[in-house]
């Protein structure tokens, strides 16, 4: 995430939204992923779709919050996602409030084991505790840069690059009574604030490696 921030050049013509969702929102989900669980909850592309979606879904098509998933729900979550269905029935176990043994069965009526869908790619735990520190440093970097914006800068920032669900410029612009050129201006100019505070912080604290 901080290498993304230094290297960021805005006249090269990338789209500041996409660029900034990108590298804050990944860097956030991270966190919350490696934080979430003592078995690494989500490694691929799917896992960490179901991990942010699903509690979503479940709510959507009435499922209960806690216990297995019907076959039927099964597969209008992956349909819905694009995912595996064993994914789904995996990640659901793996998030419904404790951790399960990797030793326990898939199903009621099946011989696999949780531990034969995960990869041996655990860490050592001195290696884990370095990854999940420099997460939280991280992530105190981003909340404490976004106190260096002002109220409507820290809004137009979250509502644009942090939520899960962007607002659009249209509506940016219409709660502040303002032309949408008006908030993409703002925009940028919050996001150029965030990204020298950030870099000036990483620096201060040697997490930036500079050539």
């Known amino acids: 995430m ?3 921030v230094k ?14 969702m990108w590298w804050i929102k990944a860097s956030i989900q991270e966190y919350i992923l490696r934080s979430w669980s003592l078995v690494k909850i989500g490694t691929t592309a799917a896992q960490k779709k179901l991990f942010f979606n699903l509690k ?18 099964v597969d209008k979550i992956a349909t819905e996602l694009s995912v ?9 176990r793996r998030i419904s409030g404790s951790d399960y043994s990797l030793n326990s069965p898939v199903t009621d009526d099946s011989s696999g084991e949780w ?36 109220e409507r800068e820290r809004d137009i920032i979250s509502e644009r690059q942090l939520s899960e669900n962007p607002l659009t410029l249209e509506e940016l612009s219409n709660r502040y009574g303002v032309s949408r050129e008006r908030i993409r201006q703002i925009e940028a100019k919050a996001f150029e604030k965030l990204q020298t505070k950030m870099t000036e912080k990483a620096k201060d604290i040697n997490l930036l490696q500079y050539n």
């Open 2 to 4: 901080m290498h993304a």
């Open 115 to 150: 531990q034969d869908w995960l990869e041996d790619d655990t860490q050592n735990q001195e290696a884990s505790f370095a990854d999940t520190e420099e997460y939280l440093i991280k992530k105190n970097i981003l909340s404490d840069s976004l106190e260096y914006l002002n």
């Open 84 to 92: 595996p269905h064993k994914e789904v029935i995996s990640m659901n």
């Open 56 to 73: 979503k879904i479940k709510s959507k098509i009435s499922a209960i919050e806690d216990g297995d998933l019907t076959p039927d729900q």
């Open 7 to 20: 290297r960021f050049e805005p006249e090269k013509g990338f789209r500041l939204a996409t660029y900034a």
